[in-house]
């Protein structure tokens, strides 16, 4: 057994992802105590949230906005806390989708052909065809995405996806197999294959049980594995990640992977995609969020 520590699960807040995070956070704690820690959960609903004193450790277990976009990094950073996952920095980067593209782009990491969108009003880009899909800038989970099939359909689809944010990414849409991989450490984990048993995975198919088919390993020849976890690792350096991450990838039939977004504090339930990556990489759970405050502890050291 580890020394005891005391260490303040993040979970909830503001964020569209509030109940995903509730999962997530609960999850960690639950493992965290049973190897003997002691654990404090704080929901920061808003501002006015402290963390316990004496807190050797916080460990963030939240998703989206206030969580995932570097604000509660940087609170902690003032706080002089020692906390999970990326800087405030790396957190801001990865997860405004443009920012992502722009360093992906200038470090020549493999990613869709994109176009920025800014209002409601603006009319289909010369020289693209459909299908395109349209993400919100910074939202995570899939929250607002929507797929255009058709011209036609074009400024309804935009005009939902603004409600999300007021900047959307219009990406082309990469045909090919749908990835992610786990990063933990500086070490690329078993490629998960994520495959929907019907439409597209979307917020209610990687949120609805028994919707998607995940394999890991995903079932890929060696050369082709090591290019994706390549991508991935390049993204993650890209935006100047740290401790762990999860980044999407699509292949495309070639074989090319086709870097999607980096997910600074990925799902960590159970049957969460890092969990899975670091069970087929003999990881089991408990030692995972064990090796995250680890990792948060070494650099406090």
């Not at 996952?85 to 360093?103: H, M, P, Q, W, Y």
């Not at 020289?127 to 074009?154: C, I, T």
Request: glycine share 8%; hydrophobic share 40%; aromatic share 6%.
């Amino acid at each position: 057994m580890k020394h005891r520590l005391k260490i303040t699960v993040m979970l909830g807040g503001p964020s569209a992802e509030r109940e995903v995070s509730l999962n997530s956070g609960k999850a960690v704690a639950e493992a965290l105590r049973l190897r003997g820690h002691e654990v404090t959960e704080v929901d920061p609903r808003d501002e006015n949230w402290k963390l316990p004193p004496g807190t050797d450790v916080v460990f963030l277990a939240l998703h989206g906005t206030y969580g995932e976009d570097g604000t509660v990094q940087k609170r902690l950073d003032e706080l002089g806390a020692c906390y999970t996952g990326c800087d405030a920095e790396a957190s801001r980067i990865g997860f405004d989708k443009v920012l992502t593209k722009e360093r992906c782009v200038a470090a020549g990491v493999p990613t869709a052909r994109y176009v920025l969108l800014e209002s409601a009003e603006a009319s289909w880009p010369m020289g693209w065809n459909p299908p395109v899909v349209l993400k919100p800038a910074r939202q995570g989970s899939s929250v607002g995405l929507q797929f255009v099939e058709r011209v036609g359909d074009w400024s309804a689809k935009l005009a939902e996806a603004l409600r999300f944010d007021s900047k959307v990414l219009m990406e082309e849409r990469v045909a090919g197999r749908e990835t992610t991989v786990g990063i933990l450490a500086d070490q690329a984990l078993p490629v998960v294959e994520v495959r929907p048993k019907e439409g597209v995975y979307d917020y209610k198919t990687k949120y609805t049980s028994g919707t998607t088919d995940y394999l890991c390993p995903a079932p890929f020849d060696a050369e082709t594995t090591e290019r994706i976890q390549s991508a991935a690792m390049k993204a993650f350096k890209a935006i100047g990640g740290r401790d762990y991450s999860r980044v999407d990838v699509m292949v495309r039939p070639t074989g090319e992977p086709v870097v999607l977004e980096v997910n600074t504090l990925p799902g960590m339930t159970e049957h969460s995609l890092l969990p899975k990556a670091a069970a087929a990489a003999g990881i089991a759970y408990g030692e995972l969020c064990q090796r995250m405050i680890d990792l948060a502890l070494q650099r406090k050291k």
